[in-house]
């Protein structure tokens, strides 16, 4: 019995480990879709993305056989990543020719464009939260059954672990998203980063989604391999060290006058 609770410590501990990573990933999103708006309205529309992430994420967890089982959600949600994420970085590397049109454009619509920011912030959410519940359950379902029974439709020791770790995230959306603001400023190059995060996270729900047992395209366990989990945070680390030390866009002041 003590051996099945330290194997179920130690799980929470990755597991908060790797809520973590994705609420970071979803806390540089949030700051990156509400950057174009007035400061005023950009603190608002930030408090209502950490809002809807704790919204989106705890009726995740009592859908949980629901989401794992329904391939056309993770499919929408895959989908919409890869779109969020691929037209900005399409935008970027090849609308530089437009690039101060847009900017006239972004300025005379900033004060226009709250609530449709804020949409856009629920779809990448609720995408967020999608992936964040999927990859909780992975990790618990590898855990012995507890003797507390069952909750939410799976062994309750199981789903307390994903409810914690789901907690620690969204405390850490919560602190991450203010940083990201300030730190977007001094670090552009993390705009394209961000989205390209976004894509990467859409292609891990497109995989999920290839892998389940109604389209079988992919082995169902493929998913959740050792070596698939491996390449995943291997390739989204590397995206986000290049993004880190990326030379900064910002044009001088001089360029400027």
């Known amino acids: 019995m003590e051996q099945m609770w330290l194997e179920y410590a130690w799980a929470l501990l990755i597991l908060i480990g790797l809520e973590g990573l994705l609420s970071a990933d979803n806390a540089l999103v949030l700051a990156v879709i509400a950057k174009h708006l007035p400061d005023e309205q950009k603190k608002r529309a930030i408090n209502y993305g950490i809002m809807m992430a704790f919204v989106f994420r705890f009726a995740a967890l009592f859908a949980i056989s629901f989401i794992a089982n329904v391939w056309q959600v993770q499919a929408i949600g895959a989908a919409y990543l890869l779109y969020l994420g691929l037209k900005h970085i399409i935008q970027a590397r090849f609308g530089k020719k437009n690039e101060d049109v847009h900017k006239d454009t972004k300025q005379e619509s900033a004060g226009k464009s709250f609530w449709p920011t804020v949409g856009k912030i629920a779809l990448a ?3 967020f ?16 059954d507890s003797p507390l029974g069952e909750f939410g439709g799976m062994d309750a020791g199981q789903f307390m672990v994903v409810l914690l770790g789901g907690i620690a995230g969204l405390i850490l959306i919560k602190f991450a998203a203010t940083w990201f603001v300030k730190l977007l400023a001094q670090r552009p190059a993390l705009e394209t980063t961000a989205y390209a ?14 892998a389940h047992e109604d389209i079988g395209v992919l082995d169902p366990h493929f998913p959740h391999s050792t070596v698939w989990t491996i390449v995943f945070y291997a390739v989204l680390v590397a995206i986000a060290l290049i993004g880190w030390f990326a030379p900064s866009n910002k044009p001088s002041k001089a360029g400027n006058a």
């Open 129 to 144: 939260a999608i992936d964040s519940i999927l990859a909780a359950v992975a990790l618990a379902l590898g855990l012995p």
């Open 197 to 210: 995060i976004v894509a990467w996270v859409g292609v891990k729900l497109a995989v999920i989604t290839l």
């Open 125 to 127: 959410d609720l995408a």
